[in-house]
């Protein structure tokens, strides 16, 4: 800075770094503001190594240090007539005109060593008052950049700001702007703000602004659950499950997606209560075309998928339910659809007596884990070499292993090889029994269903349903596997055999 000021341009900090100093935080990075032209600037810094960063827009960086320092020109924008970047720019020599071109006053600061703190629009008042207002005219800010609208969001997600009125009815009279924008750029924003500390308040106010990016969960907002169990309409039940979960961003956005089938499922009974059966299936649907709006990480949107798919599948009361949960989705999968029931459970507004049911489960996964359990085909005591040993090949190997992992997770003292042996050799005389782990299955309707489908299968006599640990437990004769797995795979049950 000090170059520049004595080579005869002024030159301030600008922007973020101002703000978070005069909030009483540290700044993570510098931007610098400066009345000389990039030519000018880089003839004061030919010492040093200059990229030419945008030119165009009066930007150069110098590394100094090892630390690269991004320089701009103090200047005037053009319009923006790709709602994001403006169509030319005329360098100036007035650090206000310069300022006045920003979103909002609490970033349209700038500081000098010799001049001290420039703030003509009060930014320093309006920090102060955590108040975001745009500079200027805010309906022409939005205009120029409908991201701005995303960013007063997360400012107030984040850290708790209040959104000054007029500005706020000018983000919601351009709402219709953000589809305009890039899905890179909206999702960037709508995780921070999702994750933020307010985020609930956030997504309650300005709730149109939500449906406007994700118009599959507009249905959600005033819909009344009808229900004794749920105190809050659906959007309100989700925000609030929302909040009461960790500020993770697959965590947060799972809970605003987790009922957003409901709308789709709901029916009233003769007593006039609510119900949505098979909800989490059609909230999968739901968010997998919701989810097409954004630009997530593949892994995250499948986890996140999943998690909506099975967040309402119980996840079992006893040892021998936990450990086969365990098995179907693993100790990372089971532990967060455990902090989502939770934070459903909160959500609700009327049942904290299921918490006391949740903490059981947790502390028997605790205990479970603790023992070190055999969970998966790999911990069994024999292999797939053991079996072709005795004489078993190709696809039937997999139904053997998977028989006997059936078995350990109910008595975990058969994975031994030889009563895994004596298993083996009882399934080969022909015993006419087969269980199976089906997820997805919430509901006593979800039981029914499963005895249902099954009943079409003629080799099928008899159908045991264990709602809380997904175990089905088939009778008869010669059981096609291969059609038993493709009927229940048909109606959104996931099989583990």
């Known amino acids: 800075m000090e170059r520049l000021e004595q080579a005869g341009f002024a030159c301030y900090i600008v922007g973020g770094a101002v703000r978070d100093w005069l909030a009483g935080g540290k700044p993570h990075d510098y931007d610098l503001c400066t009345a000389a032209t990039p ?108 991201l701005r609208i995303l960013r007063a969001l997360r400012f107030a997600s984040t850290r708790g700001y209040e959104i000054e009125a007029q500005t706020a009815q000018a983000l919601r009279d351009n709402r219709h702007r953000l589809t305009h924008v890039s899905a890179e750029r909206i999702t960037a924003e709508l995780l921070q703000i999702v994750s933020g500390a307010y985020a609930g308040a956030v997504c309650m106010e300005f709730a ?69 059966y098979g909800h989490p299936a059609q909230s999968y649907i739901v968010a997998k075309r919701a989810v097409q709006h954004l630009r997530l990480p593949t892994q995250m949107e499948q986890q996140l998928l999943y998690l909506v798919r099975h967040h309402d ?45 949740l903490l059981e489960t947790e502390q028997l996964l605790e205990e479970v884990l603790a023992e070190h359990d055999c969970l998966t085909r790999r911990d069994l005591a024999v292999n797939g070499h053991d079996l072709q040993a005795w004489g078993v090949s190709g696809r039937e190997i997999g139904f053997f292993l998977s028989e006997m992992l059936n078995r350990v997770l109910d008595e975990p003292e058969n994975n031994t090889r030889e009563r895994l042996r004596e298993i083996f050799e009882e399934l080969q005389d022909g015993q006419n029994q087969i269980e199976l782990t089906v997820s997805g299955m919430s509901a006593g309707c979800c039981a029914r269903e499963v005895r249902r489908l099954m009943e079409r299968i003629p080799e099928v006599q008899k159908t045991e349903v264990v709602l809380d640990s997904g175990q089905i437990v088939l009778y008869g004769q010669k059981i096609p596997l291969e059609q038993v797995r493709n009927a229940l795979t048909a109606a959104g049950f996931e099989v583990v055999i």
């Open 39 to 146: 030519e000018q600037t880089e003839r004061i810094f030919s010492d040093l190594h200059v990229i030419e960063t945008g030119l165009k827009h009066g930007t150069v960086t110098i590394v100094m240090d090892g630390e690269p320092i991004e320089i701009t020109t103090f200047r005037t924008e053009g319009a923006y007539s790709d709602g994001r970047r403006p169509d030319s720019v005329a360098f100036v020599t007035d650090i206000t005109q310069d300022l006045a071109r920003r979103d909002f006053t609490v970033n349209a600061m700038a500081w000098s060593p010799r001049r001290g703190l420039c703030d003509p629009f009060g930014g320093k008042e309006d920090l102060a008052r955590k108040h975001i207002r745009c500079v200027g005219d805010a309906e022409t800010r939005f205009q120029e950049d409908a």
């Open 208 to 276: 149109e602004i939500f449906a406007e990016i994700l118009p599959e969960i507009a249905p959600m907002m005033g819909f009344q659950q009808c229900n004794p169990h749920h105190k809050y309409d659906v959007w309100e039940h989700s925000v609030r499950a929302m909040e009461s979960i960790r500020p993770e961003p697959l965590l947060r956005l799972t809970m605003l997606f987790h009922d957003c089938g409901k709308p789709d499922t709901f029916t009233v009974d003769a007593q006039g209560i609510g119900h949505f």
């Open 313 to 357: 599948t119980p996840l079992g009361q006893t040892k021998r339910s936990v450990r086969r949960k365990l098995a179907v989705h693993g100790e990372a999968t089971f532990r967060q659809l455990l902090a989502i029931k939770k934070a459903d459970c909160i959500g609700q507004g009327t049942t904290p007596h299921n918490q006391t049911e």
